[in-house]
T-cell receptor, first 114, second 112 residues
Framework: DVKVTQSSRYLVKRTGEKVFLECVQD?????MFWYRQDPGLGLRLIYF???????EKGDIPEGYSVSREKKERFSLILESASTNQTSMYLC?????????????FGPGTRLTVT | AQKVTQAQTEISVVEKEDVTLDCVYE???????LFWYKQPPSGELVFLIR??????QNEISGRYSWNFQKSTSSFNFTITASQVVDSAVYFC?????????FGTGTSLTVIP
């Protein structure tokens, strides 16, 4: 079974704090993704990575950075958390199979910034 | 541009009713894949089905069925005889070269 894990299910941080969200996958997938999910807006892509040390901006990268030092781990960093970053954060990994990508999700981290 | 539209934001049905969730997509690619995911209250997105652009056959899996129509760029999902456990947010998605494009989701509530 594909396993994507995220370091925390719930997180509460203060405005201005530096926040790290960690994601680990155990299936040697090339691609990893960070999404943000907000009511009425669906899933919006923040960043993705198609290889170690490689990253690409998604649709809403402002206020975020990422790090991928090892293939299995993809970290999302909020340099200075703000209240408008309160959201559900979903990590995913994908691999190429039979002509397409298959994507698997972690359980999500619900971040509250106060 | 790639885009997925789920016009239904929220749907409520009484248990045992049938319900159809709509999904309309836009893409310029000739080869693409469409997906449905379920997100129960626990939060984790669960993969339900994948369809490629060359296969317009409808698919049935138990109480679930999917209707893919390329002519109308739609990939609708029907739950027959709904159950309370079907209550969740359902997302339709389109696969691009490296990215997935998600609709805004439809929240389904099945009332006992």
């Amino acid at each position: 079974d594909v396993k994507v894990t995220q370091s925390s299910r719930y997180l509460v941080k203060r405005t201005g704090e530096k926040v790290f969200l960690e994601c680990v996958q155990d299936m040697d997938h090339e691609n990893m993704f960070w999404y943000r999910q907000d009511p009425g807006l669906g899933l919006r892509l923040i960043y993705f990575s198609y290889d170690v040390k490689m990253k690409e901006k998604g649709d809403i990268p402002e206020g975020y950075s990422v790090s991928r030092e090892k293939k299995e781990r993809f970290s999302l960093i909020l340099e200075s958390a703000s209240t408008n970053q309160t959201s559900m954060y979903l990590c995913a990994s994908s691999f190429w199979r039979e002509g397409h990508y298959e994507q698997y999700f972690g359980p999500g981290t619900r971040l509250t910034v106060t | 541009a790639q885009k997925v539209t789920q016009a239904q934001t929220e749907i409520s049905v009484v248990e045992k009713e049938d319900v159809t969730l709509d999904c309309v997509y836009e893409t310029r690619d000739t080869t693409y894949y469409l997906f449905w995911y379920k997100q129960p209250p626990s939060g984790e997105l669960v993969f339900l089905i994948r369809r490629n652009s060359f296969d317009e056959q409808n698919e049935i899996s138990g109480r679930y069925s999917w209707n893919f129509q390329k002519s109308t760029s739609s990939f609708n999902f029907t739950i027959t005889a709904s159950q309370v456990v079907d209550s969740a947010v359902y997302f339709c998605a389109l696969s691009g070269i490296n990215q997935f494009y998600f609709g805004t989701g439809t929240s389904l509530t099945v009332i006992p």
